[in-house]
Structures are given as C-alpha cells and as structure tokens.
C-alpha cells in the first residue's frame, strides 16, 4: 500500500463519530478520507506507528500519540504513566531505543492541581524506570466544560539501531507469530474503573514500557520483520494491518494466545471478544521461525515476556487475512473491530 | 537559573485557572510548582521553548504545543495553519531548520468532517509553505461535551546548525533589541472573531512561519544572542523572561515599537495594553550592537521583516527587569501578565 493513497468516501456519517477514535474500520476510514489525502507524503503513508527519519548515517523515530483515558486514575496506571508507555512503546516497536519525550497538557478549568501533581509525578515515573527524558512540554487551560480534567499528547524521539528494520510491510510466509503476553488486560480493567464493575480476579492494566522486551528480543537477532504493540483495536485489528501491509495470509491458533482468566471471563459477561480489547504492554511480533525459539526463550526470561508464546504463522495464502483455528476444531475469519467497543480507554 | 528549579507554592489555588495557560505568571507558577520538580532534567530546566538534543554531531531541536484556539476559523488562519506556525516558529527561534512535525487531534464526537478536511488541508499549505512535512500523527475522539471540537497538538524536529547557539540566556549587555514587526494582531483578531466585535481596519491574525526570515538573519550573523516569538502572554512576557535568564536590564522606547493603528484603538476602547497582546508571526532578537544594523536591513527585504525596528536596548543595570520610555517622556516599568487576558487564544 505504501506510496500510494486511495481516498475512501465517509458514507453518510458526515460528523466525528466516538466509533473515528477507536482503532478500527473507522478510524482507518478517517485516516484515509481526512489525513492521508490532505497531508499526502511517503513517510506518513507506510502508516507505521511511527516515522523514521534519516539524518546523515543515524536513523531517528518519531511519534505522537494523544490520550484520552477515562478514568484518568485505574487500577495498574493513570493518564500519566499510560502517555509515558504509549510513546516509549510506539518508538520501541520499530526497534528504536527511546531518546526523549515531550508533553503538552490541556487541562480543564477546575481540575484538582493535586491530581495533576499525581499525574506528573507518575509520568516522571514512568520515564525514569524507561530510561527516558521529558525534555520539553506545553500547558493550555481550556474553559470548565470544554475538556475533562486533563488530556495529554507525548511525542517521543528515538534511535534505530543499525541493522533492525522493522516494518508492517515486512512480514514473510513461514514467519512466526510471537506474542509478549495475555490479551485484553488493559482494557478491561478501564472498562471495570470506568463502570464500576465488581469482576473477579481484580484485573490491572499491563501498561508498561516495552522497550527493555525489545532490546532483548533483538539481541538474539536483528531479523525480527514486523513488531507492533496491539493497543486500541486489540489484537485482531493490529494483525489485520499487518497482513494488509505484507499482502500475507495469517493463520492463528486459537488455544495458544493466552488470556488471562479474569479477562476470559469478563468477556464472556460482557459480550467482549478479548481480540479486540486494548493492551498496553503488549507487544506482536513476526519472526522467521528458525529465530523463533530462541526469540521466546529470551522474552520469557524479561518480566515483561514471562508467557510469551507462539500464537501462530503467516501463510502463503489468503494476502490480507486473518483466519483463526478455534479450540473447537472449526476455523473463523478473524475481523477487525468495525465501530467502536471500549471509548476512550488510551 | 539553569540546573535549579525552587518549587512554588501555589497559595490558596488548589484548582487550574484559565490564567494558568495565560503564559504569564500563573503559568510561570504551574510550571515551576508542578512540572519542572517532577520532570526535574537540565534540558527541561532551561526553560527554552525547544529542547535541543546532540546525536553525534548535529543538534536537534525538538518542541511541542498543544492549540485550543476558539474560535477556529479567524480572520489570518485557523486552528490548523496557527499550529503548524506555531511550532515551527518554536524551531526556528533557536535557530533550527525545521525538518518534521507531528499531528495529534483531539476531536469531540459530532465535529463536522468538513470543518475537519478544511483544517487538514491548511496544515498541509502552512506546512508545505514553511518547508516541513507532518510525517506521523494521532487521532482520538471524545463524546460530545467533553472537547471545543477539535484540539491539536503538533511537534517538531528542527536541525540546528553549527555555529548557532541562542538562548534566552544569552543576552548580553550591549545588544539591540529587534522586533520583526508590529505587535498584537494576532490577539486582537482572536478577540473580535470571537466576540464578534466590529473593529476598523479589519485586523488579521499575522499567524505565519518564520523559520524563512530567522534564515535571513542568521545569514548576516551567527552572533545573535537570543530569540523568542512574542505569544501569550505578549512582547512584555517574553522580554521579562530573557531579563530574568539572562540577569540583565532591558530599556525599551515605546516610539519605537510598531502598533498598527487597528490594534492600538481596540487596545484603548478594551483597556488592554498591547504589549500584554499576542502575537503568532513576529520575533525579537537580542543582536550584539555591532551586527543590529545589517540584520535590520536584511529583516526589512523579507516580506514577513518588512517593519523590522530596533526597540530597545540591554542595560547593565536593573537585572531581571523591563522598563519604558514612553512617548511622554516618563519611564514605566513592564511588567509581565498577572492573570489571564485573553483565554485560548493559541
């Protein structure tokens, strides 16, 4: 797809809808008909979850993400920390080693300056236990009514390694599928803070910072083809990316991907399947199977990768799509999230 | 001040005031008493409006800025074209060639998409005309109520070249005192496309990227001692703070400084002093006396330095403060904004 931009009619939905910020069909529909067209260059068209810039032999990411997380405050994390990951994670998923950190703040009118003490001081935090700095940062206040409490962009500088070379585009056939961790945490738990639901098991969010995961899984080899953090959208709608952009098949099984039996079980309640719901300290990659084993065994001696598994392999078959083998035996098409599940839960 | 940060206390103000995000000093107060202890770094404590960062042998800028402008379509620009500049000027005002930005949104469900493509379109002109292209972004939405319909955050990377080191800290005493131009159109044009006031003259926002006219200076000399884009908060702040970096003495001679007569009459019927209004398209230099003349002359042949003026000069007397000769003879100290003056004006 890179290079090229094929502008797609909105439909008749003609305002913003909470469906646009969801990670899924929508919010690719935005992208596409608003964005791309208007802002039409090469780098933003290979649609990674980062930029990379050369300047002369070094290669530098860049990356902004806004969050909108409501609750600002959830079990596992807050608004604060969860800015911090986001944009460590979107630089450490195409192997960059995060540099520095901005962080611009529009607060509301009213908002409990002891609460965005809180705040700061988790993303001082977070960003120390990183390894990274917030070198620069904005504030605007906006009326009473015209925000909720606090939203905060982070953009993130990094650099790429010489060698590494990852990329959406670059998953092969053959490829392993490795997964950091079990599913669906993240969101739960903000949908459990949100609502107030009393669920078993008490399930946190796995916001973390993945780059120590990568710097591991890297010093095994620089051969690693693809590597995303599967946030908004969950797990489905970031596979279905990545076998849209390598134009590959990608065949899954069912019984391998771990999820948390809380998060299991809160689905099951809810109506939720744990493929689309949020991570925010997880991470996919597409490894060439001769790598594979000795990728998970270095991810599972990191903290952050203790059931990392392999969920799957890309197939040269099926260009685009995602089938899954079901622990029943059967196999289905696994679809990204078409509106919106979980808003607001990044 | 560099290197210590003295924590504020913050009186008997337990809650953000939309004078917190005047750029004045309640924001001075937010940034002192909150973030700077938390992110405690010396890049951050600078207190520049860009961080500059060494990879290798070249310096990078790199700078963020949230906008929450209301209204978002005004007489110069919009919410879209403001950001772009407004970044872009951060990294020009330490000499930088801007190179990259990114684009994250906030957009409040129910947002018409039109408004949103017309946005869009003019980052892409300012950005195409300041010669930067926006290379990754975000997107998220929030329900209806809890957003001004579109928030957005853009951050640069900028190359800073050999040979050029500005600071607010650097001014000296000796220097002149340059301002690219006439001050307070950007405010005022805010405030009447907001409240719908009928002013003569029909006063444009001067919203414009200055990384071209920063180039020609730089050509005349590299000895330019400091930068700054006089935004909220207005010239008087911005001359404050580089009294208060540098510990030095600023004089300015009101007769010098351009107001256009538009400005002037809406700042005597409004009881605003334009000094304390915003501007999005001008810059002030401290030039070392000897270079002042050149590169008055070389601002003047840019289309955007066209009223470029010697101002002022810095004392070495007084550190830390401002003061004025005004057209009648009598000299006023100047002060920076109490509170806030014109909310989300940027």
Do not use: M, N, Y
């Given at each position: 797809m890179t290079g090229f931009v094929c502008p797609v009619p909105l439909h008749s939905t003609e305002t913003v809808l909470l469906?646009?910020?969801?990670?899924g069909k929508l919010s690719s529909d935005l992208l596409h008909s608003v964005f791309l067209p208007a802002f039409a260059n090469p780098v933003l068209e290979r649609l990674e979850d980062q930029a990379v810039l050369e300047f002369g032999s070094a290669r530098l990411a860049f990356t902004t993400d806004s969050f909108v997380a409501?609750?600002?405050?959830f079990r596992g994390g807050d608004i604060g920390s969860l800015a911090v990951h986001g944009t460590v994670n979107d630089l450490a998923m195409c192997g960059a080693r995060p540099v520095a950190l901005s962080a611009a703040f529009i607060l509301e009118e009213g908002f409990p300056l002891s609460d965005l003490r809180r705040i700061a001081d988790s993303m001082a935090r977070a960003a120390s236990i990183a390894g990274v700095t917030i070198v620069t940062g904005d504030t605007k206040v906006v009326e009473h009514?015209?925000?909720?409490g606090v939203y905060v962009t982070t953009t993130g500088i990094g650099v790429v390694p010489p060698g590494v070379n990852l990329s959406a585009a670059h998953a092969r056939p053959g490829d392993a599928i490795v997964l950091s961790g079990a599913i669906g945490d993240h969101g739960i738990a903000m949908l459990s803070a949100r609502e107030g639901l009393e669920l078993d098991g008490e399930i946190a969010s796995?916001?973390?910072?993945?780059n120590g995961l990568v710097e591991a899984m890297l010093a095994v080899?620089?051969?690693?083809?693809a590597m995303r953090d599967p946030?908004?959208?969950g797990l489905a709608s970031t596979l279905n990316e990545i076998a849209r952009e390598s134009r590959v098949g990608i065949v899954l099984r069912e019984d391998a991907i771990p999820v948390h039996a809380g998060v299991r079980g809160a689905c099951e309640v809810l109506g939720l399947d744990p493929l689309h719901v949020a991570n925010e300290g997880k991470l996919v990659a597409f490894v060439p199977m001769q790598h594979a084993a000795g990728v998970v065994k270095a991810m599972r001696r990191h903290p952050l990768g203790a059931?990392?598994?392999?969920?799957g392999r890309v197939a040269?078959?099926?260009?685009?799509m995602v089938t899954m083998r079901t622990v029943f035996g059967t196999t289905r098409i696994v679809d990204v999230l078409p509106g919106d599940q979980l808003p607001r839960i990044c």
């Open positions: 469906g646009h910020g969801s990670g409501k609750p600002l405050f009514g015209s925000g909720d796995d916001s973390a910072p993945l080899t620089h051969e690693v083809h946030t908004r959208g059931e990392a598994a392999i969920i040269d078959c099926d260009p685009g």
